[in-house]
């Protein structure tokens, strides 16, 4: 085990005392226990800090205390935390499995972002399947973002290029996505297992059109709609990419770098 990387497992909460709980409980329960827990309330009222002090036997760090927003205590997480690699797993959300650790981290090898696919689940507790593309690109971002609940970020990552970005509600897990794989040439593994289950009743669900206007903003600041067209097609058509069609799409990859890169001074990432 002393190979292995340390995980930190990052938990945010704020009046939700019950699901709170069920993330404590299924965080303990792993039978993987070479991880750090670090867990930042924003000043519940709930009792959830008196829950906090009842586990607090089993909880690396944990404070209570107020925040402005989402974003402000993950960083706070990402600070106090001593890990190699982080993921996040918010109050309701759990791990798939007491097993899913022991399962996957063995198969960690140095990569920058390792991650799976989830559950999910609506108002009747019912789960079903959120399946995350086997390569990350900048395509597959401009469709669906991965889910953090099930992705380890390198620490380093946030160190070298900056914590999520406070001045959004919603949007700053993706758009901080966006930043490492449009800037910086990120090395990534994905692992064909279901890590966790969140629900789909929070934040970014209920706030889709501020999710969707916070993407808006970032876009237009960064890529231009041009740019991001290719890159989806460029997906969609990149099985072909070792027949006779890879040329043509060879040339069409060289020309939306070079108008990323015509655009803003970025350190090339490959998109495929």
Known sequence: MQNQPLISIITVAYNNKSGLEETI???????????EF???????????KELLESYSSQINFWISEPDKGIYNAMN??????KGDYLIFMNSGDRFSSTEILEKIVP?????DIIYGNAY??????????????SRITVGSLLKEPICHQSAFFKKE?????GMYDEGNRIASDWTFMMDIFIHHNISQKYINEFISIFEKTGISNTNTDLSFSEQKKYLAENVSEEIQNMAKYFDEYSKFYNGKPGTMLRNFKDKIYNLIYRKRNYERKYID
């Open 107 to 111: 198969h960690f090898n140095n990569e």
């Open 157 to 161: 990552l946030f160190e070298k290029y």
């Open 25 to 35: 409980k299924s965080i303990i329960s792993q039978t993987w226990k070479d991880f």
């Open 76 to 81: 706070k997480g990402i600070t106090n935390s």
């Open 120 to 133: 999910y689940e609506l108002e009747n507790r019912k789960k079903y399947e959120y399946r995350i593309p």
């Open 38 to 48: 670090v867990i930042i309330d924003g000043n519940s009222n709930d009792g959830s």
